[in-house]
């Protein structure tokens, strides 16, 4: 499998490297907006990839920060030419409409960690998202907060500066207790996650009640078992989250999970 290929500006380029102007604002500032997808089937169009979903999200971005769309059907043509060489696509497009695409595979130890969940720890609070709402080529507090884990931890959870849990540094948190699925609220400043607000209509029209609402220490110490979501990983349980005053455990084989794996 080739691994060094991506497309750029309309280009498909066999490299290891980018060439962007020194002035480029996407160099400067991380003025970009991105879009991570997983594809199923080898197809955009299968209902689990949700290319249009993706699209309207970076859409939504674009018309936020008033930057230029790009050639949408380029884009498309850029997709379909790297998902032939990988499962997972980052879609990452610049201010004046330039699209940047580029593949990875799928985690090695993606099902193991599906399975019996992983260790996370609390973020120091100022390892706060900007702009929570959009996914920006601004990602360095949520790579800090990931990488100063501790040793045994593999991912972070965000914090606000009251103590709330907000989201993980790639994905979504949801918890299960008393019959019913919680998830912070997008007012938190969290990202709208695609998978998030596909499992939420899903889980309505199964009549399972989700609740959106502030994960304080009080309520996140309830839960039975919680999980966090994105559209590459799916699921994944979360059995440990260290504490600066002490680790909580929560159930990775919690039956409720297999609820959602419905879901994918």
């Not at 879009?35 to 939504?60: A, E, G, K, Q």
């Not at 980052?90 to 201010?95: A, D, E, G, S």
């Amino acid at each position: 499998m080739t691994t060094d290929i991506f497309w750029y500006d309309g280009r498909l380029i066999q490299s290891q490297t980018l060439e962007l102007n020194i002035n480029d604002l996407g160099l400067l500032y991380g003025a970009t907006v991105f879009t991570t997808l997983r594809v199923y089937d080898h197809s955009l169009d299968s209902s689990l990839t949700n290319w249009l979903l993706h699209c309207d999200r970076l859409l939504f971005s674009l018309q936020s920060f008033g930057w230029q769309q790009p050639d949408w059907n380029r884009v498309r043509q850029g997709a379909e030419a790297i998902l032939a060489h990988f499962p997972v696509l980052r879609i990452t497009l610049f201010p004046d409409g330039r699209e940047w695409i580029t593949g990875r595979l799928l985690p090695q130890d993606l099902t193991e960690k599906q399975k019996n969940g992983i260790t996370t720890s609390l973020a120091r609070s100022e390892f706060t998202r900007s702009l929570p709402s959009h996914k920006t080529g601004n990602y360095l507090s949520a790579w800090l907060a990931k990488t100063s884990v501790q040793q045994n931890a593999q991912e972070a959870i965000l914090v606000d500066t009251a103590g709330n849990w907000l989201e993980t540094t790639t994905g979504n948190l949801w918890g299960w207790q008393n019959g019913s699925w919680w998830t912070p609220p997008l007012t938190a400043g969290i990202l709208p996650g695609i998978v998030r607000s596909q499992l939420i209509k899903w889980l309505q029209n199964q009549q399972q009640t989700v609740q959106e609402e502030p994960w304080t220490s009080e309520l996140v110490r309830r839960f039975e078992a919680i999980a966090y979501t994105n559209s590459v990983v799916e699921i994944i349980p979360i059995h440990t989250v260290q504490q600066p005053i002490g680790s909580l455990q929560y159930d990775p084989y919690h039956p409720s999970f297999q609820q959602i794996k419905r879901f994918f």
